[in-house]
């Protein structure tokens, strides 16, 4: 019978490894970081830190994103995809962040995820980066699959998926898992390869191709 990888062996391992977990996206203010996070969205750390270093040298506060044009904040942001609801959002926004809190990015997940297209995700990537909050796992692509191939949950939906492992990581860790779990989905436990013979899981996973078994990110038919 397959069993899940115990949490806490996770973490330990990961911890091994990738410690201290690292950022991907660049960023210096917690209003960079909000808005480099809402840029990538279906869009690479790698091409969001391309785009944001004249973005940010341009627009460098809550007031001057909401002064910006539409059309000047498009084009800057273009290559990241999604470009016009992006845009859109990021000026609402800081509309938002100058009328009600003097330009600042608040502190609270319940006030980051009233903003516009700020969700649980981008919020609890916000929180634990610039503030060091433990309100939320922030569950991406990498996240996802690197879950369901441990075992860690059998939900479909990054918002359940974010339950099930709060429910079993310590709160503590809750901004840094997200960071160690990234690293090993980018460089091992990718989408397109499991390198579980490289593997610090290899012995326990259930998605190990050493053993011979299926893998668990993959929807049965
Ligand atoms: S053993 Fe394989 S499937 Fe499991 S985490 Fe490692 S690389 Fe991924």
Redesign the pocket.
Known sequence: MRRSVPVATVLRKLEELYDPPRSFLTFRTPLQLLVATLLSARCTDVQVNRVTPALFAKYRFAKSFAAASQRDLERMIHSCGTFRVKAKNIRLLCKILVEKFDGDVPQTMEELTALPGVGRKTAAIVLYGVFGKNDGIAVDTHVQR?AL??GLTTKRTADKIALDLQRQVPRAKWGRINALMISHGRV??TSRN???DQ?I??RH?P???LRGYRDLSEKCH
């Open positions: 690197l191939r441990l091992v436990c499991r390198k579980c593997c899981f290899d996973c998605s190990s191709l």
